[in-house]
T-cell receptor
Framework: GAVVSQHPSWVICKSGTSVKIECRSLDFQATTMFWYRQFPKQSLMLMATSNEGSKATYEQGVEKDKFLINHASLTLSTLTVTSAHPEDSSFYIC????????????FGQGTRLTVV | RKEVEQDPGPFNVPEGATVAFNCTYSNSASQSFFWYRQDCRKEPKLLMSVYSSGNEDGRFTAQLNRASQYISLLIRDSKLSDSATYLCVVRTDSWGKLQFGAGTQVVVTP
């Protein structure tokens, strides 16, 4: 079964509104989670690294004020897309690893966001 | 230049045939290597890790060439269910930051 749960799996919102996506590790504690975005026929692009109890680390070109990340507990990270625009429409996926080293990364089911 | 590059395909493969494809990575300090499988509109799922000595998991064989900085995946006796996009994934640091290739699409036909 899934070890990383992401919710919602799809969402449609109006331009200018905000959308919150949740990522939970179900049976392990994840001090670090990762948020990715994938446009059609493109690779997953890392947006940010979410660290429990501290600020997220954003990749170059990702607006931290637009994509708010909160990692308030060891099992939950949230990504909020603020003031969404149609160009934010994409597939957002989170991942977490059980530990460090060469361990498998588990992915959430992904959230398909459509901004109209 | 992209950190991880893959031939996008599609590779059209008759059922039962063998297909192989590579990916190249640019960061020589990359630490770990994986092949993930992604079905349409789904999340990636780990297919196999790739070890320096090469490794096999059933019909799947992965190879790593650190000197030339490429990874390969070979699928033998292809099944219809092998149709998917195969993502080459490289870990570049100890925190688990992964770099993804854009994927190679494989279509197995009856």
């Amino acid at each position: 079964g899934a070890v990383v749960s992401q919710h919602p799996s799809w969402v449609i919102c109006k331009s200018g509104t905000s959308v919150k996506i949740e990522c939970r590790s179900l049976d392990f504690q994840a001090t670090t989670m990762f948020w990715y975005r994938q446009f059609p026929k493109q690779s997953l692009m890392l947006m940010a690294t979410s660290n429990e109890g501290s600020k997220a680390t954003y990749e170059q070109g990702v607006e931290k004020d637009k994509f708010l990340i909160n990692h308030a507990s060891l099992t939950l990270s949230t990504l909020t897309v603020t003031s969404a625009h149609p160009e934010d429409s994409s597939f957002y996926i989170c991942s977490a690893r059980r530990g460090r080293g060469n361990t498998e990364a588990f992915f959430g089911q992904g959230t398909r966001l459509t901004v109209v | 230049r992209k950190e991880v590059e893959q031939d996008p395909g599609p590779f059209n493969v008759p059922e039962g045939a063998t297909v192989a494809f590579n990916c190249t990575y640019s960061n020589s300090a990359s630490q770990s290597f994986f092949w993930y499988r992604q079905d349409c509109r789904k999340e990636p799922k780990l297919l196999m890790s790739v070890y320096s000595s090469g490794n096999e998991d059933g019909r799947f064989t992965a190879q790593l060439n650190r000197a030339s900085q490429y990874i390969s995946l070979l699928i033998r006796d292809s099944k219809l269910s092998d149709s998917a996009t195969y993502l080459c994934v490289v870990r570049t640091d100890s925190w688990g930051k992964l770099q993804f290739g854009a994927g190679t699409q494989v279509v197995v036909t009856p």
